[in-house]
């Protein structure tokens, strides 16, 4: 084969392996959309669920989602970029950052079952937290811990080498450096990984069910149980309660991941960028 | 107080294994701009970050000996290396602009030891960059991205940067090595005026360089001192036959 031929031929494949993935997601979507949307109006997203879910509403699961997604947040991103940060800046590679990262990469490796399962033994049950939002939010904080440290420390590692120097050259303290320097720079990186982590914390359903409960009631506190837009999504489609409303509750959590990705890419990469180098 | 700002005795520096720096004695007078010049590897750059031990970041080496500031010993245990940073100022060979504005780049080191007042930040940007030659290029956009610089511009803002920490001893590294014969003039004629308040240690980007900026020179080769003087006689009378074939050109 001539270097031409070669050369269209492996520009053919890889773009029908970008155009393929990209396909796929696009049925995906629309077929959800195109079952579900017809079926979302101002009351079902405002109103509360009738007869389990078979009429009514979902608002108190769209409010259950976005509280379980931003508590695991609260717990994870500081933890998550606080060890990114410590492992990257604050040690040289030795054993014991060999053992952490080996420990971190172990833990994005465990289905989310077993997560719930943990939970469930020690939040639920072992700390008497009972099936709710701070249950499922620590569960869910462990679960993403994983891809947010990875993610952040690629960002970090990714922060020009010069920039430290000049950093330090400058009379900076390490914290200094760090804070004025790395995180500013390090955080569009930082950012898409707190969005894929808040899409596994909306899209989760095992770890949710075994630590958040499956309440229908809006949730009023951390303690109280509730149930996310995924969880109803599955019990309406598994108990055979209303396949059109699980379509619905489908397309309105695709919307809210789709937003929610739009927004955070807008705001905190403009907003907070500025707002931390000050 | 001694005529001398900075005397390195006997300083040796390793990475590991790998000598970078032996027994070099060396004394900087006050107010004066010394060049270190001499072939690639020879240890400037070393010697130029062990003075503000920007070499301890990374994977640092081992020093041996002593290089003093004032009389005071900057490798002294429990010394604060953030302040000793801030007394000597460091410009690198590539221009670097932190991604902020021109302004809070100026601003940086100062920002960094608690100095807040806008109006004491606005007079010292401008003096700082007033002294490196870029005031009048940069008045009117000093809210704009640094980055939005060129090379030669972004470096005396590199300058500049370091003259706003208001520090005692300035080290440029090759500072215009990668820039073009306009920036590389301005750059010098600074450095002449900085050096009636500063004392200035550059490693020059050639010999021709060190002619036209230094007082005092000294010329290192695989990690040793083999000659140091007034730029006068080291140019013109060198003592070591390796200083002579070096500044004619002989290798190199």
Redesign the interface.
């Known amino acids: 084969m001539n270097r031409q031929l070669s050369q269209r031929f492996a520009f053919g494949l890889l773009w029908s392996a970008a155009s393929a993935t990209i396909i796929i997601l696009a049925i995906i979507v629309m077929f959800i959309m195109v079952q579900g949307l017809p079926y979302v109006n101002l009351a079902f997203l405002t109103g509360g669920p009738i007869a389990q879910g078979r009429e009514g509403g979902i608002l108190p699961a769209i409010l259950g989602t976005f509280a379980l997604g931003a508590l695991s947040l609260i717990i994870a991103v500081p933890l998550g970029v606080g060890a990114a940060v410590f492992l990257t800046e604050y040690t040289?590679p030795s054993p014991l950052t060999t053992i952490m990262r080996f420990g971190t990469d172990s833990l994005a490796g465990v289905p989310s079952i077993i997560f719930g399962l943990f939970g469930f033994i020690f939040f639920v049950t072992r700390l008497n937290l009972g099936w709710s939002l701070l249950a499922g939010g620590l569960t869910i904080a462990l679960m993403v811990l994983p891809t947010l440290i990875r993610t952040a420390e690629e960002a970090i590692r990714a922060v020009?080498?010069?920039?430290?120097?000049?950093?330090?050259?400058?009379?900076?303290?390490r914290w200094?450096m760090v804070r004025?320097?790395v995180l500013?720079?390090a955080l569009p990186g930082i950012v898409t990984g707190i969005i894929l982590s808040f899409g596994r914390a909306v899209g989760e359903t095992a770890a949710v069910i075994f630590t958040a409960g499956t309440a229908l009631n809006i949730p009023t506190s951390v303690l109280s149980p509730t149930r996310t837009m995924a969880v109803h999504f599955y019990i309406l489609a598994v108990e055979g309660i209303s396949l059109p409303k699980a379509y619905a509750t489908g397309a309105v959590l695709i919307a809210t991941i789709l937003v929610i990705n739009v927004v955070a890419n807008l705001l905190i990469t403009r907003g907070v960028a500025r707002a931390v180098?000050r | 107080m001694s005529d001398f700002k900075i005397q390195i005795e006997r300083f040796g520096y390793a990475y590991g294994n790998e000598t970078a720096l032996r027994n070099i004695t060396l004394n900087v007078r006050r107010n004066s701009i010394l060049a270190i010049f001499g072939p690639a590897r020879g240890g400037k750059t070393t010697l130029l970050r062990s003075i503000?031990r920007?070499t301890d970041?990374?994977?640092p080496g081992t020093h041996s000996g002593r290089i003093l500031l004032d009389g005071q010993d900057i490798y002294a245990p429990g010394l604060d290396v953030?302040?000793l940073?801030?007394r000597v100022?460091?410009v690198?060979a590539?221009p670097?602009a932190?991604?902020?504005s021109i302004l809070?780049n100026v601003a940086?080191?100062q920002r960094?030891?608690g100095v807040r007042s806008p109006s004491r930040i606005q007079d010292l940007v401008q003096q700082s960059l007033e002294a490196a030659a870029l005031w009048d290029e940069v008045r009117d956009r000093l809210d704009a991205p640094a980055t939005s610089l060129s090379g030669g511009q972004q470096q005396r803002l590199?300058i500049a940067?370091?003259l706003a920490?208001e520090p005692e001893v300035i080290l440029l590294d090759e500072p215009t090595a990668a820039l073009d014969p306009i920036s590389t003039a301005k750059i010098e004629e600074a450095l002449v005026t900085l050096k009636r308040q500063y004392t200035i240690i550059i490693a020059p980007h050639n010999v021709q360089q060190a002619g036209r900026v230094a007082d005092d020179t000294a010329f290192f080769l695989m990690g040793e001192c083999i000659e140091a003087g007034p730029a006068s006689q080291l140019f013109t009378v060198p003592r070591d036959q390796r200083t002579e074939d070096y500044i004619t050109g002989r290798f190199g």
């Open positions: 040289r020009p080498v010069a920039y430290r120097e000049v950093s330090y050259g400058l009379g900076a303290s200094q004025t320097v500013p720079n180098r | 503000n920007l970041i990374g994977e953030a302040s940073r801030r100022g460091m690198f590539l670097v932190l991604p902020m809070d940086y080191g960094l030891r590199s940067r370091v920490l």
